[in-house]
Nanobody, 124 residues
Framework: VQLQACGGGLVQVGDSLRLSCAAS????????MGWFRQAPGKEREFVAV????????YYADRVKGRFTISRDNAKNTVYLQMNILKPEDTAVYYC??????????????????WGQGTLVTVSS
C-alpha cells in the first residue's frame, strides 16, 4: 500500500490549508490513519489520528482546536484541515496508516505505512 500526500504549500500566518492523503489500494481497509510532522532540526511528532471504524479522532495539544482530521471511506482518503496556521506549524507533514492496530498509542512505531511527506511553510 502506498500513501500519496498532497496539499502543502507556502501560506501566511492565520491562513488555512488542507492536506489530503490517499491510499493506493481501494481494497485497503486501515484501522487508523493519521498525520505526523517534522520541523527542521526536530524529531517527527504526532499531529492527529482518525480511527477508520467509528471515526473517533485524537489530536496533539499543539493543534487541538485549529486542525481537523477527517476521512472519506469510499476514497480511502484522509484529510487534515489546518486553520489559524502559525510559524511553528512549519514542517514536512507525513500521513501514516496501520492495518490492524486500533489502540490508543499514537507513537510513530505503531504505523506501518507512510506517505512521502508534503511541506507546509507558514510565513510571518
Amino acid at each position: 500500500v502506498q500513501l500519496q500526500a498532497c496539499g502543502g504549500g507556502l501560506v501566511q500566518v492565520g491562513d488555512s490549508l488542507r492536506l489530503s492523503c490517499a491510499a493506493s489500494e481501494r481494497t485497503f481497509s486501515p484501522a487508523r490513519m493519521g498525520w505526523f510532522r517534522q520541523a527542521p532540526g526536530k524529531e517527527r511528532e504526532f499531529v492527529a489520528v482518525i480511527h477508520w471504524s467509528g471515526g473517533s479522532t485524537y489530536y496533539a495539544d499543539r493543534v487541538k482546536g485549529r486542525f481537523t482530521i477527517s476521512r472519506d471511506n469510499a476514497k480511502n482518503t484522509v484529510y487534515l484541515q489546518m486553520n489559524i496556521l502559525k510559524p511553528e506549524d512549519t514542517a514536512v507533514y507525513y500521513c501514516a496508516a496501520n492495518a490492524y492496530y486500533s489502540g490508543t498509542s499514537y507513537a510513530a512505531e505503531t504505523f506501518h505505512y507512510w506517505g512521502q511527506g508534503t511541506l507546509v511553510t507558514v510565513s510571518s
